[in-house]
């Protein structure tokens, strides 16, 4: 089933480009005394930065501070110094011919509506909004298009798993995109554990559909030791110590655990619609090669990792595509069993 592949990777990535590390352009002499003159007296160059001012921001009744859509634009004193020097430190370097280099850890994009990354929560959204119609037409094929047991339930036995998962992926790439619109302590940390969550079960589910796991004991006995790992670590970056590190390895072990159950799987199926998860399989192995070789954004927006966000729309499209034949291929086979027995 190529669709866990593809979310495997796309975790995997989630969890190793997010790490902010100190940067060539943080380090630059010229840009930190930009940050620091702007702090002191607020502005860079002609613009000035009201929220600066301690004094100021905050304060007053609430019909005399400016709307929320405006509030969101700022950054904060800080963020907005550092934007805006880096912009003037970035438009020198190209004056001198320097390529672009990256500012704490982030390649120097454009600013849309107080967006930091406007190219990622782009891409970020249409996959949001992909995996929902995905999820939306598997339900509509389980309940209206596949016949139904006699109490309505589905015969497909992965049902609620699937269902799970979407809504796993979708919290997943919201957060994906709020972390990206506004990159703060409360949004990275949003971000890492619902990609953390949703990897963990793609793993479950992996386990459980490779190996035709359909007792519910055994189901329990392969999820709960998962579950409870999962639900540690999660614990664990939150409350005691965010280790990049050590997330970096939960993640890759994980991703790269599902991915060979379902390469192993892939090749000895017989599954009818098994070419579309070797497409995927094969098309996210390609598209990691965006996270290895980084490139500074095109015009200020579309760098490696938005690229990588915008190649994984259509792979959704066809993972859910894959799910949906699933769900006809063994509910067409458990018909015919049924009929069989009855014969």
């Not at 939306?136 to 992965?158: G, R």
């Not at 919290?171 to 949703?198: G, M, P």
């Not at 799987?265 to 579309?276: G, I, L």
Request: some cysteine; overall charge positive; hydrophobic content about 45%.
């Amino acid at each position: 089933m190529a669709v866990h592949y593809w979310t495997a990777l796309l975790l995997v990535l989630s969890c190793l480009v997010s790490v902010s590390y100190a940067s060539l352009g943080d380090a630059d002499p010229n840009y930190r005394t930009c940050v620091a003159e702007c702090e002191r007296n607020g502005c860079v160059g002609q613009v000035c930065f009201p929220q600066c001012n301690s004094t100021s921001s905050g304060g007053g009744p609430w019909y005399t501070q400016e709307p929320l859509y405006l509030q969101w634009q700022k950054l904060g004193c800080q963020g907005d110094c550092r934007y805006h020097c880096m912009v003037n430190r970035e438009k020198e370097r190209e004056t001198l011919g320097q390529l672009p280099v990256k500012y704490h850890g982030k390649w120097p994009f454009k600013r849309v509506l107080g967006i930091q990354e406007p190219a990622s929560v782009a891409f970020s959204v249409l996959n949001l909004a992909m995996h929902f119609h995905g999820w939306l037409s598997f339900f509509i094929t389980l309940y209206y298009k596949l016949p139904l047991k006699q109490d309505k339930t589905a015969y497909y036995e992965y049902v609620g798993l699937w269902h799970m998962y979407g809504l796993l992926s979708m919290n997943s790439w919201f957060w994906s995109a709020v972390f990206h619109s506004r990159d703060v302590d409360l949004t990275e940390r949003l971000d890492y554990s619902s990609a953390i969550a949703v990897l963990g079960f793609s793993l479950i589910l992996a386990i459980l559909r490779t190996f035709d796991v359909r007792v519910e004991a055994a189901r329990v006995m392969v999820s709960a030791p998962i579950l409870a790992f999962v639900t540690t670590h999660i614990l664990y970056i939150n409350f005691y110590k965010l280790d990049y590190g050590w997330n970096m390895i939960v993640c890759v072990t994980m991703g790269v655990a599902q991915l060979l159950l379902w390469a192993r799987w892939a090749a000895v199926t017989r599954h009818p619609s098994s070419w579309k998860l070797w497409v995927v399989v094969i098309a996210g192995g390609l598209a990691m090669l965006l996270e290895i070789y980084d490139f500074p954004p095109y015009e200020g927006y579309f760098d490696a990792h938005s690229i990588w966000h915008a190649i994984t729309v259509p792979l959704t499209v066809l993972w859910w595509s894959f799910i949906r034949d699933d769900a006809e291929f063994r509910t067409s086979s458990l018909l015919k069993k049924s009929k069989t027995k009855a014969k």
